[in-house]
């Protein structure tokens, strides 16, 4: 009974900065990569940051520089701060966590941000 809830999700203005949390607990263990993805309708889902369980960082090159993804991995937390924000970035931002060796991670729920003027 793996659950992974996210948090940190709303409206924001342009240039506006959000914090995105992700935590994940139950049976789950050996946690490797830990991560989000974002997908707008229409549109596939792609990897915005990722993280590895010894703290290498991944950004998509839409996000280098404004966002920054850590993780705290007594709590199985992955964190996304979102700074500058850019009505480019308004999409459901999906959090993941994979287990060390299998191929399928788990997902939780999507949170929406809208960047508006």
């Known amino acids: 009974q793996v659950q992974v809830v996210e948090s940190g999700g709303g409206l924001v203005q342009i240039g506006g900065s959000l914090r995105l949390s992700c935590a994940a607990s139950?049976?789950?263990?050996?946690?490797?990569?830990m991560g989000w993805y974002r997908q707008t309708p229409g549109k596939q889902r792609d990897l915005v940051a990722r993280?590895?369980?010894?703290?290498?960082?991944t950004y998509a090159d839409s996000v280098k520089g404004r966002f920054t993804i850590s993780r705290d991995n007594v709590k199985n937390t992955v964190y996304l701060q979102m700074n500058s924000l850019k009505p480019e970035d308004t999409a459901v931002y999906y959090c993941?966590?994979?287990?060390?060796?299998?191929?399928?991670?788990?997902w939780g729920q999507g949170t929406q941000v809208t960047v508006s003027s």
């Open positions: 993941y966590v994979l287990q060390m060796g299998v191929a399928v991670p788990y």
């Open positions: 139950g049976s789950i263990s050996r946690i490797s990569d």
């Open positions: 993280v590895t369980f010894g703290g290498i960082t």
